[in-house]
Antibody, heavy 121, light 106 residues
């Protein structure tokens, strides 16, 4: 059974840097084709894909946020981290991490419960 | 690639059949997925690869389409189906979600 869980600060000040961690179990991020992505959702809003890291350490970023994002993995700990710089109140959202089983099809079949991050001074 | 969904809001009754359309700004072949999301919960994958139903998803959900136009159909709508539905595409290793369609009880 695949499980994922996000962790990190829930309140961040504007201009600060946010680092979120996704801890997962039930799969290996070393298996061919597998990826872990980050998706966010502002209160009452739609889903927005942010970044994804693949089994081969390849990374992909949303073009609109690429300059502010870094995604990394620690295979020994079964963790994926997302760093976002220069936070703004518009970055207030629930941040989800999710498992992508197939790099060709590109869907997310298991999700963490999400963590609500509020950006406010 | 941008995704649009129509309608944005849909009011229906238990037992109805409803359809949601997702349109892509460019040809994405069959690389489209559908998710259901209930308030306060993470999205749940319903369909991948345009029409492949995920394990455990009732067969009243179906998907079809190709290229730039895709449809999610829910037959015999059940009380637990009232939720928001999102389409999502992959193209050139970049992902996009649609803006969502809220299905509400009439």
């Amino acid at each position: 059974q695949i499980t994922l869980k996000e962790s990190g600060p829930t309140l961040v000040k504007p201009t600060q840097t946010l680092t979120l961690t996704c801890s997962f179990s039930g799969f290996s991020l070393s298996s061919t084709g597998v990826g872990v992505g980050w998706i966010r959702q502002p209160p009452g809003g739609a889903l927005e894909w942010l970044a994804l890291i693949y089994w081969d350490t390849g990374t992909r970023y949303s073009p609109s946020l690429q300059r502010r994002l870094t995604i990394t993995k620690d295979a020994s700990k079964d963790e994926v981290a997302l760093t976002m710089t220069n936070l703004d109140p518009e970055d207030t959202a629930t941040y989800f991490c999710a498992h992508s089983p197939d790099s060709a099809l590109g869907h997310f079949d298991s999700w963490g419960p999400g963590v609500l991050v509020t950006v406010s001074s | 690639i941008q995704l649009t969904q129509s309608p944005s809001f849909l009011s229906a009754s238990v037992g109805d059949t409803v359809s949601i359309t997702c349109r892509a700004s460019q040809d994405i072949a069959v690389f489209l997925a559908w998710y259901q999301q209930k308030p306060g919960k993470a999205p749940n994958l319903l369909i991948s690869g345009t029409s492949t139903l995920q394990s455990g998803v009732p067969p009243r959900f179906s998907g079809n389409g190709f290229g730039t136009e895709f449809t999610l159909t829910i037959s015999n709508l059940q009380p637990e189906d009232f939720a928001t539905y999102y389409c999502q595409q992959l193209n050139s290793y970049l992902f996009t979600f649609g803006p969502g369609t809220k299905v509400d009880i009439k």
